[in-house]
């Protein structure tokens, strides 16, 4: 990890509580959950997604939100029981289907930043989010 | 901001009616709060697929005993135990998903998955659970009343009961409606409130909109211009009818995320279109005319290169028994091409009905089948070694191909009962 000096601190408002770190996986799309993703795979499917094929398991995932069917919260359930869900997630703009998917993937989840993580946080940032605090620590990749 | 609890809801919590409901009610405290809302709304009318056995979720749950307590105790309610689930608080449905009892060998499930599947409708209709089996609730009795609030599940239905009914629903998940169906009560976030139903974008429509096809395709660029935001349209859209609503919701919910629509004259909160935008002004307009029409006509057949047709699929959302009918007088008493299968899938109420008036006897004398409970995206059911389906339906057009990985060609009904007769694509937008 690269030193102090380099990290950016996000803050946010908690969605579901816990305090974990990983790799970022960043997104401008929304999702889809139901017919969007494989949860057997932990990828996204839905075609012309500039995240199609890629696997968000173990993954800090920063996106904007959720859309599509209202299979979400049940499709990133499964996830959760398949072992692919994400670490944790970030994301920008609530809806109904993010907020009952993340409690029911039970991973930290925060949002309402004071500054856009979309912006902020690249692919392979190392990321700490701590949801109980309301802080967000971004290591950038070298 | 922070959550607070009516009496009803804190003796929920504590275990007082018992410990399903507590466990429903601690995971609606938990959605709440994720919401960041301050109070739940009582809801009186619920939808969603409570309890759903699948072969997946039976062999995930195994060593608890993969019965429907089991089921509905840790995958619906995320429980951490499992709890005797009693009869539901209020009036609740479930909606489609499943297998056809009587069609489960067309649509190629197992005697095995069928069990399981009857299994769970059982345990739902145990506990006062309407069995509808449909994403058309609103076809076959389940009309909210003006301002009821509603937890629905079925993105085309939601978006009916907003705009059409101006019921009060969000689009909400299978755990959030098994948890409201039990305690009667749904987070006070979204569409439940008078600021969020206003509109934000305008949509002007300068083309004829008559037909179903038009319908669904104006709600296909609906979607695709306002996201998930509110639309108001005015212009020249013909006379209403629930099925144009249906295909024109389904759409918009489709290729964007539209769960709650005006159009001006037409739908109960938006008698002028100051009334629709209340306070607001329109963020953005947009012009639906003729070159747009032919725009999202050709990006609804951008799936489709062979026009040898070997599945029509009609009845998505479920047909409503006039497209029965309609499917009917176009086939005419003739027999489907021997490369092509028909499915038509539709609700039991209304199979029931078609079956009383003929209309099922003659699709299934043409070769076709009457299909209910599911659709082919849902139950990722198409006839063995489909490579091109054509489908009247906007939404099923965006979903199916993705899905299953097949060719699709978009048109009208009649375009899609040609094509069942004679195995050849030959939809012209017109």
């Known amino acids: 990890m690269s030193d102090s000096v380099g990290k950016i601190v996000l803050t946010g408002r908690k969605v579901v509580a816990g305090c974990i770190e990983g790799e970022a996986l960043v997104t401008q799309e929304t999702i889809s959950g139901w017919g969007g993703v494989n949860p057997v795979q932990g990828t996204v499917i839905e075609t012309r997604h500039e995240l199609r094929g890629v696997s968000f398991k173990d993954k800090i995932l920063v996106f904007p939100g959720a859309k599509g069917s209202s299979g979400w919260s049940a499709m990133f359930h499964h996830c959760r029981l398949y072992g692919t869900a994400p670490k944790a997630m970030l994301f920008t703009e609530m809806t109904t289907k993010v907020a009952l998917g993340a409690v029911v993937m039970r991973i930290p989840t925060m949002t309402d930043f004071d500054r856009d993580p979309l912006t902020l946080i690249r692919n392979g940032d190392w990321v700490k989010v701590d949801a109980d605090n309301g802080v967000v620590e971004i290591t950038p990749r070298s | ?430």
């Not at chain 2, 809801?43 to 060593?63: D, E, R």
């Not at chain 2, 099925?243 to 389904?250: P, R, T």
């Not at chain 2, 959302?317 to 176009?330: D, F, G, N, S, V």
């Open chain 2, 1 to 430: 901001m922070s959550l607070k609890l009516r009496d009803d809801e804190k003796a929920m919590l504590a275990g007082d009616y018992g410990p399903a409901r507590q466990k429903a009610m601690a995971l609606l405290v938990r959605y709440a709060e994720a919401l960041g809302v301050e109070r739940f709304v009582d809801t009186t009318n619920v939808a969603g697929v409570p309890g759903s056995i699948t072969p997946f979720l039976h062999q995930y749950y195994g060593a608890y005993g993969s019965d429907y307590n089991t089921i509905f105790s840790l995958f619906d309610l995320d429980a951490d135990e499992v709890v005797e689930v009693p009869r539901v608080s209020g009036h609740s449905c479930m909606l489609q998903g499943g297998i056809d009892p009587e069609n489960f060998e067309v649509l190629g499930k197992t005697a095995e998955a069928l069990a399981l599947d009857q299994a769970g409708e059982q345990g739902a209709a145990a506990r006062d659970i309407e069995v509808l089996r449909t994403c058309t609730p609103y076809l076959v009795g389940n009309v909210p009343g003006r301002g009821e609030h509603c937890a629905w599940m079925e993105s085309s239905a939601v978006v009916y009961c907003n705009s059409v009914l101006a019921g009060r629903t969000n689009t909400e998940g299978r755990e959030s409606t098994s948890a409201a169906m039990l305690t009667g009560k749904i987070p006070d976030f979204g569409f439940h409130r008078d600021e969020y139903r206003f509109g934000t974008h305008l949509i002007k429509v300068e083309t004829p909109v008559e037909t179903i096809l038009d319908w669904g395709m104006l709600g296909y660029f609906t979607g695709q211009c306002v996201g998930e935001k509110i639309p108001v349209l005015t212009g020249s859209i013909g006379k209403p009818q629930v099925i144009l609503h249906k295909h024109f919701g389904a759409a918009a919910a489709s290729s964007g995320g539209v769960e709650m629509y005006h159009m001006v004259g037409l739908t109960p909160e938006a008698a002028t279109e100051e009334m629709a935008f209340g306070p607001g002004r329109p963020k953005e307009v947009f012009v639906y005319d003729a070159a747009a029409r032919q725009r999202i006509y050709d990006d609804l057949n951008a799936n489709g290169r062979s026009r040898d047709v070997d599945f029509v699929m009609l009845g998505c959302p479920h047909a409503a028994l006039e497209q029965i009918e309609e499917a009917c007088r176009l086939l005419d008493g003739r027999r489907l091409s021997e490369n092509t299968q028909l499915w038509i899938f539709t609700s039991r109420v209304v199979r029931a009905q078609a079956q009383a008036k003929g209309y099922a006897q003659r699709i299934i004398a043409a070769g076709g089948h009457i299909i209910t409970d599911t659709c082919s995206a849902i139950g990722q059911a198409i006839p063995p070694g489909t490579k091109v389906a054509a489908l009247d339906s906007a939404k099923q057009v965006h979903y199916l191909p993705a899905i299953m990985n097949i060719e699709a060609w978009f048109g009208s009904t009649a375009d899609c009962i040609n094509a069942a007769l004679t195995g050849r694509w030959q939809g012209e937008l017109v």
